[in-house]
Every structure is written in C-alpha cells, then in structure tokens.
C-alpha cells in the first residue's frame, strides 16, 4: 500500500476454484471412524497386541496349558516308571555330531562306578554307547485324556534305552517326565483357585459396596482380620490340619480351598472401591428407576466397568496361588505323594547336601519361575490395555 492505495504490485488474491462443503470438517477418515467406533474390548486387543512381551508371555501360557491335556503324549516315561540302574542319574546332553560326522539328535551312555568312600554313585559319559533319539515312538502305555489308550510318546530312546535329559530322582524316575505331569497339578491349582477367590471377592465386594452401612463394614472388618494374619504361618496351619487320612484328590481341593479363603480380600476391596464409584452414575439411577433389580444392576451395568481390570487382576493373582502350592508342598504340608506338583518335586531338593551332589533335583523351580514371570509380564499387558485411551 502506498498512500491509501492499493500496491499494484501486490500477490492476487487466490480463490479455491472447487465448490465449499460445510460438512467436510466433520468426516472422519476410516481409521478415525474406525478407533472412535470401536468398542472397549477391540480397542483393549488392539493397545494389548502393542505390548510384545505379554503376547509372547501369554502364547507361552497357552501353550504350557494345553501341554496339561497331553501331558502323557510328551512325557517319555510314566508317571511311575522306575529304572533301578540309573538311580541319581544326571542329566544327558543332546548330540548332533560323534567324532565329526553328523549323526542326527543322540545321546551317550552312563557308566557308573560305587564310591565306598563317599557311599554314592559316580557317573560318567560312555562315548561307546550311543542311543539315537526317535520321535513318535512306541514307550510306557497310558490313556490319553483317561480315556484312549496307547503307547507313543513324543520322543524316547532308539530299542528302549535310557533318556534322561534333566536326570532322575532316587528312585530312578526321569526327572523330565515327572516336571511335565507335575505341571498338570500346578498350573490347575492356579486357576481353580482363582475362580473360587473372585467367586468370593466379587460377591462380598459387590455387596459392601453396592449397599454400604452395616454389610460393607462387616465386609471390611472380615477383610483387616483375615490380611492381619501373617500370610505363610496361616497356610501352613490351616493345611496341618487335613487329615493324613484323606485321599490325594480331597488334599488337592483342601489346598486349593485354602488358597482361594485366603486371596479373596485384595479383590473385594477392589470391587467394594468401583462400585461405590459407579453407583452414583446417571445409567445406574436410571435402571434404578426403571425397576431393575439390585443383581441385574451389578452385573449388567457395574461390573462390565470395570471388567478388564478384573480380567488383569486375575491374571497377576493366579501366581500367588501356585506360589502358595509350591510353597506348602516344598515344606511337606501341601500336596502329597502319589499327587506329582512342582512343589512335590522340589521336596525332596530340602536337603542342602543332596542338592550339593545332586543339583538336578532343583530343576523343578525352573518351570515355577517361567510362569511366574509371564503371568506378570501378562498381567502389565493387561493392566495397560484395560485403559485403552491412556497413551
């Protein structure tokens, strides 16, 4: 501009020959119709499928679970089958390759030797023995799932020789095998405990804290008795008192019970704390008014709030419980012989001589670890997922 008037020189003024439509700043693209469409458990898998660690843990889990169900099939002995020549037998290394020459998977002989001195046998490698390892082959018969019968087996020795790659125990029994159908107990315990805890923890939290007054401080006195017990001493007493006479499968309820009587707390507490938060909400008024009931109001309106934080809490409580099991069976006050868990094995490994010269007796705690491990990483993937708008 130049005294009042218009510079000549000045850009044109640029005017968008397409038409103008006023609704165009309110269409979304697909992927944003797509997220904000999506309900809460897609956008839960899709922030959970970000989270690499869990997946893996939890496709680890899956897998180590349907093992339970065929747990004859990759076991390469019985449960029981006893080898009386190879009684503390340390493990066998897997070969590949004898004398430079490629040879398929294969392992050595043991010779052993009676050390009067020590009163213990010593092993050693006899390279001019070699046992070739065969895949779906004929071993210990077994019903599959209690109910069909047969005789193969996932991988054993070529004519019956012996295999043992994590060793056996005093009596000669692979050590391999046993940790395979001790994780059939071990894991279950898991779940059946959780499903008896959340059964009481969901109960009694919805109660105190959909109704309040005398329920939710009865509930809340209950809760501060029972956490004020030291957790350990109050296991091992309440599991001292089953009785020696019952059968293996009655200890194994007993333990479970105690179990789930004893974890049910921090999840009402949970439970209690939602729902007095929730109730107080317009929808929860509504179906008030509109006649529902207060059960149908819990469980179709309330619970599905919070849901997927149940859904992460479950899967970090249920380590605690096989914890707990290895715990009370490793201090010979849980589960017992003939029932085979992880904490069963681990009994006989209390003696810190035998573990000296016999360390293949820890090998147990192995497995107990890796699930700890990834039913924790499997339960942060949860816990960030059950808040799918927090980046």
């Known amino acids: 501009m130049s005294n009042g008037q218009p510079n000549s020189a000045a850009a044109p003024h640029y005017v968008n020959p397409a038409a103008f439509n006023p609704h165009s700043i309110e269409q979304l693209s697909e992927d944003q119709e797509r997220y904000f469409l999506a309900s809460q458990w897609q956008l839960m898998y899709w922030k959970f499928r970000r989270h690499r660690l869990a997946v893996i843990s939890g496709l680890f889990l899956v897998l180590l679970y349907a093992s339970t169900l065929i747990a004859e099939f990759l076991a390469p002995y019985g449960l029981d089958s006893r080898d009386s020549d190879h009684i503390y037998s340390p493990p066998q290394s897997v070969h590949f390759f004898h004398e430079g020459q490629w040879q398929g998977p294969f392992v050595y002989g043991w010779g052993y030797t009676l050390n009067m001195d020590k009163l213990l046998r010593e092993y ?159 929808y929860c008024s509504a179906a008030i008014l509109m006649g529902a009931k207060p059960a149908r109001i819990v469980r179709r309106h309330l619970l599905p709030g919070f849901a997927s934080h149940l859904i992460a809490s479950a899967s970090l409580s249920i380590p605690s419980m096989i914890l707990g099991e290895t715990a009370l069976s490793f201090l010979g006050l849980g589960l017992r012989p003939p029932i085979t868990s992880w904490g069963v094995l681990l009994n006989e490994a209390q003696n810190i001589n035998v573990v000296a010269i016999y360390p293949w007796l820890m090998l147990p705690v192995l497995p107990v670890i890796l699930v700890i491990l990834a039913f924790n990483f499997l339960g942060d993937g949860l816990r960030d997922a059950a808040d799918p708008y927090k980046h």
């Open 124 to 282: 050693k490698e006899d390279r001019s023995q070699r046992y070739p390892i065969e895949f779906f082959c004929d071993g210990d018969p077994y019903y599959l799932l209690g109910m069909v019968y047969s005789r193969t087996h996932l991988f054993c020795a070529a004519d019956n020789k012996p295999l043992y790659l994590l060793g056996t125990d005093r009596l000669g029994r692979d050590m391999l095998s046993r940790i395979i159908y001790g994780a059939r107990i071990s894991l279950t315990i898991g779940l059946i405990g959780i499903a008896l805890s959340f059964t009481l923890g969901l109960l009694l939290g919805g109660l105190a804290g959909y109704y309040g007054g005398w329920i939710d401080a009865t509930v809340q006195r209950l809760i501060e008795v029972i956490r004020s017990f030291p957790e350990l001493p109050l296991w091992m007493a309440l599991s001292a008192i089953l009785p020696v006479t019952w059968s293996p499968l009655w200890v194994f309820f007993g333990i479970t019970l105690i179990l789930a009587l004893l974890d049910w707390t921090g999840l009402a507490r949970a439970v209690r704390s939602k729902i007095m938060a929730l109730r107080e909400e317009d």
